[in-house]
């Protein structure tokens, strides 16, 4: 499968891709979901299938304009892995995301099955700006998992979000926290969380000039 991604946030909505969540520096998150069947955000009717989601998510600045893409692998790329960790990681970035963080892009409900079976593998990711990352910050209004004073990360539109996935969440159960594929200790309370999400999303990777035209294929595999 390929597809064109549109340069303004009005395209990309009538080409059928689902806002999630905006990031200081990225913009608001839209993905894709290529079942056929229509599927919305936030994900109210059930969770989406891994496998389902379009490997590369769009980002838009407040203006609608086109700002910032990811590439979204459904498994970890790191390779040469032992019990010390991995060796490569194969020049994606250096943190691979489980459910708990993906979820992060998204806003209100959000899930993965795969086969009707709770999926909570890893997900690799690598992004690539095509303005200055410095300029952009999300709404003010939008309530974010990392506040807007520690950096705005995963905002959402207050309408949108459960009651449950609020920044004032405290602390994060330890099967939900992972790194490279396997669980590392993270400091109860607000900071140890905040500290944490900071360091597994914020992979700047500025990258100069302006997008006119995308074409990507889809690359998913299955673990």
Not at 37 to 50: D, E, I
Request: charged letters at 20%; aromatic letters at 12%; proline letters at 3%.
């Amino acid at each position: 499968m390929s597809k064109e991604i549109p340069l303004n946030e009005a395209g990309v909505e009538n080409a059928g891709w689902q806002r999630g969540s905006c990031f200081k520096g990225m913009g608001w998150h839209y993905f894709f979901n290529t079942d056929g069947t229509g599927k919305k955000l936030p994900m109210t009717a059930g969770k989406w299938k891994k496998g389902d989601l379009f490997p590369v998510v769009a980002m838009y600045d407040n203006d609608g304009a086109f700002n910032a893409l990811f590439f979204a692998s459904i498994t970890s790329q790191y390779t040469d892995c032992g019990m010390m960790g991995c060796n490569s990681q194969n020049q994606w970035e250096p943190s691979v995301l489980n459910e708990f963080m993906m979820c992060k892009n998204f806003c209100g409900e959000c899930g993965f099955d795969r086969d009707s079976a709770d999926e909570d593998s890893s997900w690799a990711t690598m992004h690539i700006y095509f303005n200055d990352h410095e300029n952009l910050k999300c709404p003010a209004s939008t309530t974010c998992f990392i506040p807007h004073w520690a950096g705005g990360l995963g905002c959402c539109d207050k309408d949108v979000l459960n009651s449950d996935d609020q920044s004032t969440e405290a602390t994060v159960p330890a099967s939900q926290v992972a790194s490279n594929g396997k669980l590392f200790a993270v400091a109860t309370g607000g900071l140890g969380l905040l500290v944490g999400a900071v360091v597994t999303f914020w992979v700047v990777r500025s990258k100069g000039g302006h997008a006119r035209e995308v074409h990507v294929s889809e690359m998913s595999t299955t673990a």
